[in-house]
């Protein structure tokens, strides 16, 4: 006939701008045809997914570094799924060692710096039809005919850990941004700083680190740079640690300073209503020897009503070993929800406020605006218990001792607000589970948010909340929000480590752990 068939073409198709953001083409693919679709990733901490939607059969291959055919593909999506899909995790995204400019979320990336994946749709569709022949009798006839289809693509990030060797160690290259007293450290498995680059060390967020005591407040972030999709539902995972408290408070008897036998003038703590005379200062014996200008503090015991010496001292105290007995810190941090207009430079106050929230005790007004912060509260408490007893033809007697107790809270609040006698939901760790989620161990958080509203965390693969929260408040027009980590110190501090973290843009994708 003089005309020519185009039965394959090829396909370069331009990354989306972000994370979460679907780039898409649709086309129809005639009989026997196959169209190759190429992407290189623009970075290599990303999961990349393909969706392809056809309105009959069709087969879709997938190869990297050279083009996929029917005998000869890395990857065949099962046609038993609808759409079709792929998922190629971020190990299977070969990169350059230095990833340098271009546009993705704000950053710039090497378009050379990750290899090709090239991706086939061929028309495999046909129907059997019954056709009478005058010839040869009746017989059966295959008639092929034109599939429309979507082609489809997006991409998740996950960062197994913060090395990002591709980068010569720059995680803002791949997307992240840590605030304040945030920083970027190298570990061993149990947290401390290292120098070494071995296999066993790990390289790390610290959102806050352990100072001595009554040491300045520190608030700490980490954002990903570029507004995530929320409104139709995600799911991220996290792990976190938290060691290296700060300040041992203990009873000045049980560090073994001497104690007197007039209750008034003992160094024991006390705090007992009525059974003796009343206490309106620390004991006098404790004068010349209690210097708060020296790390130490003063513990408002709530019954007696005084302001009782607590004694900050040395590690090598046997009763206050590292992140042992009498140990405390504090205060913890938050995963965070925000459209605050300053992006990843918001910031709440130090202490109490989490570095999301305000801080009235501190006169401290800052705070994330348009937020969600699911709060991870680590402050240990140090409290008196009194118990009183009679003997025959004696008055009532009393003793104190103090007990150690973690709050270990998990809690949601909105818009720059931590008040925990109005939080929108909060959880005891320990009394729900019996995890201490500042002892000092690695712990697990998987969130799952949903199009119906509905909010779920796991801690270590257990389901401790489920609660109802409206997201689309905090969403800017295209429903995009910034997604990171606060934290902060007080008079106490402790570490706040953040050891990964990936994310889904889609919920139950099934893709965040790798």
Known sequence: TGQCQLWNFLRTIENPVGVGIVSSVSDVVTAGQTHYFEIRP???????????????????????????????????????????????????????????PEWFDGIVYQPNGCDWWTFAVSNVAFSVNFVADTLWGNKFQLDKFPVDYTFEFFYDFVFRDFGCEESDGNCEVNGLVVGNRGQWITTDDSGIVTESTSSDTTR???????????????????????????????????????????????????LNYARTDDIRETNFVVDIDGKYPPITSPASSLDGTYDTDNGNSYKFLPISGINSALRSEDLSVTTCSENGVGRIGGEGFAFVIHNDPRGTAATGCHSQGIGFARNENANCTDFIANSLAIEFDSFFDVRVVNETFTRLLSPTQGISSLEYSHHSQISVFVNGTNNHKDPIATVSTIQRNHIPINDGLTHSVKILYTSDARLRLWLDKNLILDVNVELSRLGDDDGMAFLGFTASTGITSENHDILNWKFCSRPNCGTVAG
């Not at 352990?210 to 040491?215: A, D, K, L």
């Not at 300045?216 to 799911?235: M, W």
């Not at 991220?236 to 408070?249: L, Q």
């Open 42 to 100: 623009p970075l290599p901490t990303l999961v990349l997914h393909v969706m392809l939607t056809a309105s009959s059969n069709v087969r879709l291959l997938a190869s990297k570094g050279s083009v996929p055919s029917s005998t000869d593909h890395d990857l065949e999506a099962s046609r038993t799924s609808s759409p079709l899909l792929f998922t190629i995790a971020d190990t299977e995204l070969t990169c350059a060692s230095k990833v340098i």
């Open 204 to 254: 790390i967020v610290r959102l806050t680190q352990s100072v001595p005591h009554n040491g300045a407040p520190q608030t700490g972030s980490l954002f990903y740079n570029a507004p995530l999709p929320i409104i139709g539902g995600f799911e991220t995972e996290f792990d976190f640690r938290i060691n290296g408290f700060s300040t041992c408070v203990a009873a000045r008897e049980v």
